[in-house]
């Protein structure tokens, strides 16, 4: 059997849902993927449980960009109505805040510092010169 991982990263059109699921509660959203100008927007779930959806259920909301990073699997049920509905999520989900807002929901983090010297006090500088040009 093949599993399917994948990582995308996007923005919440609007506030997570709080669903039970089974004995846990669950935080619930969707993210939007747009595979081209004129392409139809696919809406892709995203269902976290447990402890992870207890520390990200007051720090995401409408706007929140987040990466996340899972198992990608087809959801098929049948609703009231008795239609067939078939959707796209992510099973086991790894999420990562990535709007740069800290944990209360303050202001931005601010940018690192670079040393800009090579060294561990950031990224070499660029482009190299003289002798220091690998090709």
């Known amino acids: 059997m093949n599993t399917l991982i994948g990582t995308l990263v996007g923005k919440l059109k609007k506030d997570p849902e709080s669903k039970q699921v089974g004995n846990e509660q669950a935080l619930v959203f969707d993210l939007p993927v747009k595979m081209g100008r004129d392409k139809e927007t696919a809406w892709i779930e995203v269902m976290i449980t447990g402890r992870r959806a207890e520390t990200l259920r007051g720090r995401v909301r409408e706007g929140t960009i987040v990466m996340v990073t899972g198992q990608i699997e087809l959801r098929k049920w049948v609703n009231r109505d008795g239609a067939t509905i078939t959707k796209l999520g992510f099973a086991f989900?790894?999420?990562?805040?990535?709007?740069?807002?800290?944990?209360?929901?303050?202001?931005?983090?601010?940018?690192?510092?670079?040393?800009?010297?090579?060294?561990?006090?950031?990224?070499?500088?660029?482009?190299?010169?003289?002798?220091?040009?690998?090709?």
Request: charged share 15%.
């Open 93 to 135: 989900p790894d999420v990562k805040l990535i709007d740069g807002y800290g944990s209360d929901g303050g202001a931005p983090a601010p940018a690192p510092q670079y040393g800009g010297n090579g060294g561990y006090g950031g990224p070499p500088a660029f482009p190299p010169k003289g002798d220091d040009v690998p090709w």
